[in-house]
C-alpha cells in the first residue's frame, strides 16, 4: 500500500516534494486553536494498515511539540503500522551535556520523547558534537543523511575557484568531505563561543588564498554570529567577497539582516523553509524512505 506523507502545519511544501519523489500520498492534517489555547487536530487521511511518515522540520520546536505527538498517536491508533517522524532539521542537539551545575540536557531529554512516540526518525545532519551517532541518545532506529554533498555539487556549479572555509573545529566533517568531493583547498577556523550570540574566531594567514573565493560552510545558522564574525575576518585579510552555504538556515532574529550584506550570497538547504533555499533535500530523503527506515 501507497505511504502516507502527513505535514504538520508549516511542512506542507516539503511534503509535496517528497511525496512526488518517492511515489507516497501526500494527506492533509487540520489543526486550530480552541479558545483556550488547546491544539485540535484531525488527520485529513485515513492511515489504517500504512506506514505513516509525519514531516516536521523542527526549527522552531516548542509551539510545534504537542501537535507532533497528537498527530503520531492518533494516526497509531487509527491503525498506522509505523510511524516515522521526518524531521530534516532535527531541534535541541546542542545542549548535550550539563556546562553549568543544574543545567537540563535537553538533547536527552527530547530524544526520550521522541523515542517513545514514533517507530523510526530520519533526518539530515544533525548536530553530533561530542555524541558520535544518535543511537547514543535516541532508542528508536534512526537514519542519518548528509547534505554535504549536495552543498559540494552546488558550489561547483555556482562558485569559481572555491576555497572551502569551515569556521570551527567542528565543521571539518563538513569542510573537508565537500573540498574533497570538488577538488577544492579547504581550512578550518578556530572559534571561542563565548555566550548565546557571542564568539570569537581566530583566522591563520590566509593572504596566500587571494585568488580565491571563500565559501563558509556550516551545518547551522543560527545567531548568525558565527558566520558574520568569519565573514569579517576574512574581509580583513583582503580576500574576495565570501560566499556561503549552510545546511540548516534557522537564522533567528535579526541574523539574516546582519548577514545577507556581508556575503555575495547564502544558499542553504530547504531543510528549514526560508527564501535563501537553493538546495532540495526531497530526492535524498526519499530515497532513504523508499530504501526502508532502519530495516
Ligand atoms: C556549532 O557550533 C554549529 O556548527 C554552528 O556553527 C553554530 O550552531 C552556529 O550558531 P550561530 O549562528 O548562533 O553562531
Redesign the pocket.
Known sequence: MQRLILPLPGNEAFAARLAAACGGEAGRIETRRFPDGETYLRLQADPAGREVDLVCTLARPDPQFLALVFAADAARELGATRVNLVAPYLAYM?QDMRFHAGECISSLSFARLLSSTFDRLLTVDP?L?RHATLSALYTIPTATLQAAPLLADWIAANVDAPLVVG??E??EQWAGAIAARIHAPHVVLR?T?LG??S?DIELPDLTAWRDRTPVLV??????????AVAARKLAAQGLRTPECVVVHA?F?DG?WDELAPLFARIASTDAVPHPSNRIALAPLLADALVRGLGD
Open positions: 546542542r548536530h558534537h569556521p570551527d567542528e565543521s572559534k563561543r548565546d550570540r564568539v556550516d551545518d547551522i545558522a543560527s545567531s548568525g554570529r558565527t558566520l534557522l533567528a541574523a
